[in-house]
């Protein structure tokens, strides 16, 4: 059980990774799904950060980082609920350059709680130089930082490889050393890790298609846990298999994302009825069903 009371996102977060217990992160691509989300929470008693990346307001419905601040101020709960700003790129999904530190400052002063800076697309050299910028515009707002080292796939246009063979090949998989000297380099409080797990499609004809049930190199994980000592976070959460989920858990994941497995029934339910009413009442469904059947918090 996490004590939350009046603890900021830093304390909570390495009370989880103390405990081995795991704090969702709901993604944002629509306003209305806020509400649901926060609804969930309150009912199972259960606490979660709802956040937003770049390209839930860029290419999906979620407008602005200031809209989904004020949208969450409407309905956050101090016991339940803080806000996180995930996925700003350095280069974003199309290979454009983002003015990244902009975007990180807006979000400290629209009361953002935590923040995530993506460098994923960088050399090594490039990330740490990019991360370290970052943390410092962070560090100094007084919140903490999580950047990405190793691809997280799955934002990129077009089909993935084969999972199989992207599984075995190990390619992108976060690298120990290199994670450790990122990680000192920086100063950067959470890690994104890459062990398996992918982003749902985001693009195309592909964001509708049922995710590949990942798996998760375990033993990568206990590598990286035991040689930075610091929380890491598992992106691309939906559709991993729960064994694997509980197995990360234990060592050293203390931050899970959760997008494709709320935001596809909010589309479909929308698209089917016409009524945003009842695709809120899908994602308050999935919130609960995600948690006890994914994270098996409940
Ligand atoms: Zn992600």
């Not at 309150?42 to 979660?48: A, C, L, V």
Request: include cysteine; proline fraction near 4%; glycine fraction near 8%.
């Amino acid at each position: 059980m996490l004590e939350i009371s009046n603890k900021n996102t830093e304390e909570i977060i390495l009370s989880a990774y103390r405990s081995r217990i795991v704090v969702p992160a709901f993604n944002i691509p629509f306003l209305p799904m806020v509400a649901p989300i926060i609804q969930a929470l309150k009912d199972t008693g259960k606490f979660g950060l709802i956040q937003v990346a770049r390209l839930e307001w860029i290419k999906f419905g979620a407008r602005s980082l200031e809209a989904v601040a004020e949208e969450y101020r409407l309905h956050s709960s101090v016991e339940h609920t803080r806000l996180h700003l995930d996925h700003i790129p350095v280069i974003d999904e199309d290979g454009q350059r983002v003015d990244f530190l902009d975007d990180l400052k807006k979000a400290l002063d629209s009361g953002y709680e935590s923040l995530m800076v993506d460098g994923s697309r960088l050399s090594l050299k490039e990330n740490i130089e990019a991360t370290s910028r970052a943390c410092d515009i962070t560090h100094k707002g007084g919140v903490p930082i999580e950047a990405e080292l190793g691809a997280v796939l799955g934002h990129e246009a077009g089909p993935l490889p084969p999972y199989n063979e992207l599984f075995s090949s190990g390619k992108g998989f976060t690298d120990v050393n290199q994670a450790k000297r990122f990680v000192l380099e920086t100063g950067v409080d959470w890690l994104s890790v890459a062990i398996g797990n992918i982003h749902g499609a985001v693009s195309g004809v592909f964001k509708n298609q049922k995710k590949v049930p990942a798996r998760l190199d375990i033993e990568r994980l206990k590598e990286i846990n035991a040689a930075l000592g610091i929380p890491l976070v598992l992106h691309g959460g939906s559709g991993i298999q729960p064994k694997y989920i509980q197995e990360a858990i234990r060592n050293g994941i203390a931050k899970i994302n959760i997008g494709t497995n709320i935001r596809q029934p909010y589309v479909k339910i929308l698209e089917e009825s016409g009524s945003t009413d009842k695709a809120q009442d899908a994602v308050y469904e999935a919130v609960k069903d995600v948690m006890k059947n994914e994270l098996g918090m409940i």
